[in-house]
């Protein structure tokens, strides 16, 4: 419930905002009191305008066809945030030059709030702005060129997530017919997507150097708060993923060849059941997901499956793939409202189970995490936020008998999963070394960028798949993956977050109730603690080296043996 903010505030004009800023920015304190009451009153009028801008990119992203939502969206990044981005830093400086900053920061909370505000100090530079509010426009671009990429097979226009459900298809001849037409259609837009990448990388460059670093990846370390590991510990990750993971991958993908009776697999056979068995479809529409989703989540804990019913009352659910619609799913948090909303989007398969449980997971971290005081310490590192939803996946695995009548089939369903953890970590690996090597080298060219994906791609990739007469589908395939364009260098996370999830799952395994209830202690911190204090209080060690690696791993694979038998 508003208290600073008017209860008929419409974001329509800057001179609306304005009105506030002007008043934090002048007004004076004379005692704690007084100072936290401008905490509070700060905080609700970013809540409000977080989700007002939340709310334009969620109607955008449903139907990147309708100009005047993608107009709605474009005039807050274009209009409101360069306006705004000056008077954040006014209040920063205001807020870190107050006299009870010291004391307050004896409060983990507020020294964690307190670190994440002076760095955004150091960060900000005026000149940044107007190439902020490009790089978001930019960004913006991606979601319109994918949402219009659709094939027509069998007398049916199908979207790319629709139309992926083919690739499962026991029948050959289908699937390649379908994998054809897909790799032909996102061809078309290769070019595009090249140049809207060169733009991004240029602007992105040039905003870490205006504020002083020498690459972006330095920039974006600090711009994510990655105070908690550094770029050698990724490098080490990556290395670990290559020597541990990648040969496991290998031998998957060896039996899959082997049961297909192929030398080598093309890349329209890495998702298909190998014994000719037809895909899983746990659902047909959106609305059973759902309701098979609530269900789900009321055995796990009660409080989870409100968390859905909630948002289904309340309108915040838009599950169902279609025409127009942007890629990809996420659960967009509304700091407001205290309701989180998903997009994503089904087509009846497996994987859109698992993306519905794994949205899900966010959706229960922000319902959990709503009440606490300040909006900044409801702004999760990804690392946390990541764990939430993986978690998620896994303590969920057991319930999707909701889905699955027959116990093959569910067990199916299982080794899928477990199946798909360890084949995600090399592309992890890959798209997060892309990254650093992209960010390190700025100047790069067309060409030059292919080459050091092709050459990543073959680090983690297994040697089992035959591209032969499909190299160029090889060479751009990055292109798919949406964080690139729209939010760089968070990828890592959902590796790092992998590995937690794990442990929760392996806690879940032995004691669900102890489980289950470190997992809603953590969440409901918010980031009111550390990252390994979080984890800590789901049961975990923050620790993705190479010995946690290798003995998770081991988990996956033993369970893999139960489910196989």
């Known amino acids: 419930m508003r208290t600073y903010v008017a209860p008929d505030f419409r974001c329509d004009s800057w001179e609306n905002v304005e009105h506030y800023l002007k008043d934090l920015t002048a007004r004076d304190w004379g005692d704690k009191a007084a100072f936290m009451q401008w905490l509070r009153d700060k905080s609700e009028l970013e809540a409000v305008l977080e989700e007002d801008m939340a709310w334009r990119y969620i109607r955008m992203t449903i139907d990147t066809t309708d100009a005047e939502k993608s ?9 409101i945030q360069p306006n705004l981005a000056p008077y954040e830093d006014r209040l920063n400086k205001k807020m870190m030059a107050a006299p009870w900053i010291a004391e307050l920061s004896k409060e983990e909370a507020y020294a964690i709030y307190f670190r994440s505000v002076q760095t955004s100090l150091d960060l900000f530079r005026e000149e940044n702005i107007p190439l902020e509010t490009e790089i978001n426009t930019l960004s913006q671009e991606y979601g319109a060129i994918s949402g219009k990429q659709t094939i027509d097979y069998d007398g049916k226009t199908l979207t790319m997530p629709q139309a992926s459900v083919y690739l499962k298809n026991p029948d050959e001849t289908v699937r390649k017919a379908v994998y054809d037409l897909i790799t032909q259609r996102r061809e078309q837009d290769r070019a595009q997507l090249d140049e809207l990448f060169s733009q991004l990388v240029k602007l992105r460059h040039q905003v870490a150097v205006n504020a002083g670093c020498k690459d972006y990846r330095e920039y974006k370390f600090k711009a994510l708060g990655r105070f908690d590991y550094t770029v050698e510990d990724c490098l080490d990750f990556h290395e670990s993923i290559e020597t541990l993971i990648v040969p496991m991958v290998k031998e998957m993908n060896r039996e899959q060849a082997r049961l297909l009776k192929k030398p080598l697999l093309k890349p329209w056979d890495t998702e298909v059941d190998p014994l000719g068995k037809a895909p899983l479809k746990p659902f047909e529409t959106g609305n059973e997901l759902l309701a098979g989703s609530i269900d789900m989540f009321r055995k796990l804990d009660p409080f989870f499956g409100e968390c859905l019913e909630t948002m289904d009352k309340g309108g915040y659910l838009d599950l169902d793939s279609k025409h127009g619609k942007a890629p990809g799913g996420y659960n967009y948090p509304l700091y407001e409202s205290g309701i989180p909303f998903i997009f994503m989007n089904a087509a009846g398969a497996q994987r859109d189970l698992v993306t519905m449980v794994h949205e899900g997971g966010h959706a229960v ?33 057991q319930e999707w008998s909701r889905f699955y009548d027959n116990e093959d089939e569910l067990n199916r369903a299982k080794k899928e999963q477990l199946e798909s953890i360890l084949k995600v970590l090399p592309w992890i690996a890959t798209i997060d070394a892309f990254q650093h090597w992209i960010y390190t080298n700025p100047e790069h060219t067309v060409a030059e960028r292919t080459s050091a994906w092709l050459a990543l791609s073959k680090r983690f990739g297994t040697g089992m798949v035959d591209y032969e007469g499909y190299e160029h589908v090889k060479e751009s395939n990055w292109q798919r993956q949406l964080h690139l364009f729209e939010v760089p260098f968070y990828y890592i996370e959902y590796g790092i977050a992998q590995l937690g999830a794990l442990g929760v799952w392996r806690n879940y395994r032995k004691d669900k109730a102890a489980a289950l209830s470190n997992y809603k202690k953590a969440l409901a911190l918010g980031y009111t603690k550390s990252i390994p204090e979080i984890y800590a209080a789901a049961g975990l060690r923050f620790d993705f080296s190479r010995a946690n690696m290798q003995e998770l791993a081991q988990l996956i694979e033993d369970e893999l043996a139960l489910l196989r038998n």
């Open 71 to 79: 107009e709605a969206y474009r005039f807050f990044v274009t209009e």
């Open 365 to 397: 971290h922000s319902f959990l995490s709503r009440d606490l005081e300040l909006t900044g310490f409801k702004s999760l590192p990804s690392e946390v936020a990541e764990l939430a939803s993986m978690s998620m996946e896994l303590i969920t695995m």
